[in-house]
């Protein structure tokens, strides 16, 4: 049985950083083709890709929203994914979510995510 189970999130003040943490725990047979990464969603908005790590090459992509604030990585050796955030803003206020085993190549074409994490808060103040 997969399990994500998130850390890191909460209020910070515009300008700050934050790291959320993803655990995977579970075996997932596609792990080295499909990626992980996060999710958000905003109130009244619909969810949308923040960013995705491919585990064998580590390629990364981060929407244009967060490109050079937001940094994925990853630790393989204990399955967890990081999203760094910096310069936080006040439009980065969503829920987030860990998810794996899905693709984005930071545009257009995705495959949705298999699995998801409970999501956990982030408040950005102005």
């Known amino acids: 049985q997969v399990q994500l189970v998130e850390s890191g999130g909460g209020s910070e003040q515009a300008g700050g950083s934050m790291r959320l943490s993803c655990k995977v725990s579970?075996?997932?047979?596609?792990?080295?083709?499909?990626?992980m990464g996060w999710f958000r969603q905003a109130p009244l908005k619909e969810r949308e890709a923040v960013a995705v790590?491919?585990?064998?090459?580590?390629?990364?992509y981060v929407a244009d929203s967060v490109k050079g604030r937001f940094t994925i990585s990853q630790d393989n050796a204990s399955y967890t994914h990081y999203l760094q955030m910096n310069n936080l803003k006040p439009e980065d206020t969503a829920m987030y979510y860990c998810a794996a085993d899905f693709f984005w190549n930071g545009g257009s074409y995705s495959v949705p995510p298999k699995y998801w994490g409970q999501g956990t808060q982030v408040t950005v103040s102005s």
């Open positions: 579970g075996f997932i047979a596609s792990r080295d083709s499909m990626g």
């Open positions: 790590i491919y585990s064998t090459s580590g390629i990364t």
